[in-house]
């Protein structure tokens, strides 16, 4: 079945670091990826997504590229802010109407000043 | 435009009671989708509905069960509570066209503890 897989965590880094957070996938036929962001206490924001091969989604400065021929969409941004400190979740839907959202298990992300 | 509503968003409850967790999706939103949140098995799908009717459902018991108004707006009903019930639940809403690149939005969750 389909699956997605993160890098574990916590990851800690100082501010103004690069951040790289790797995501690898499982699915049949062409899913869309997801990035997603989880802040204490909130619910989940959509931050990034991409819908085919090679497409490059980006927000708030991160981006990530769906790689077909790796199944990966790591997310990476060039200098991270400590308001950036929160639970990362890439997810993919496949491309068959009304299937869910399938999410890795997520990334902490710490950033410290 | 007002986002995801999820009420409460706090409840404590007893084993073996019964629970009903409600959500408002956005405006002009078909679909609602339910997920269970736990450190341990992180993001889990219990059951998605459009246009009142159930159209996916995830691995769970039949304790656990929805519905959907002609409003869009939906119920999760979990009956004979279990401690390993207590979670974040989530609620997500979209246009849904049915297409894979459907944006999700998701409302705050309603924190369940079981006791």
């Known amino acids: 079945g389909n699956s997605v897989t993160q890098m574990e965590g916590p990851v800690t880094l100082s501010e103004e670091a690069f951040l790289t957070i790797n995501c690898t996938y499982t699915a049949t036929g062409y899913p869309s990826l997801f990035w997603y962001v989880q802040y204490p206490g909130e619910g989940l924001q959509l931050l990034l997504k991409?819908?085919?091969?090679?497409d490059k989604g980006s927000n708030k400065g991160f981006e990530a590229t769906y790689r077909k021929e790796t199944t990966s969409f790591h997310l990476e941004k060039g200098s991270v802010q400590v308001s950036d400190s929160a639970v990362y979740f890439c997810a993919l839907r496949a491309n068959q109407a009304g299937t869910a959202l399938i999410f890795g298990k997520g990334t902490t992300l710490s950033v410290s000043s | 435009k007002a986002g995801v509503t999820q009420t409460p968003r706090y409840l404590i409850k007893t084993r073996g009671q019964q629970v009903t967790l409600s959500c408002s999706p956005i405006?002009?939103?078909?679909?609602v989708s339910w997920y269970q949140q736990t450190p341990g098995q992180g993001l889990q799908f219990l059951f998605e509905y459009f246009s009142e009717t159930q159209r996916n459902k995830g691995n769970f018991p039949g304790r656990f069960s929805g519905r959907q108004f002609s409003n869009s707006r939906s119920e999760m009903n979990v009956s004979t509570l279990e401690l390993g019930d207590s979670a974040l639940y989530l609620c997500a809403s979209s246009l849904s066209t049915g297409a894979a690149n459907t944006e999700a939005f998701f409302g705050q969750g309603t924190r369940l503890t079981v006791v």
């Open positions: 405006s002009g939103h078909r679909s």
């Open positions: 991409a819908t085919k091969a090679d």
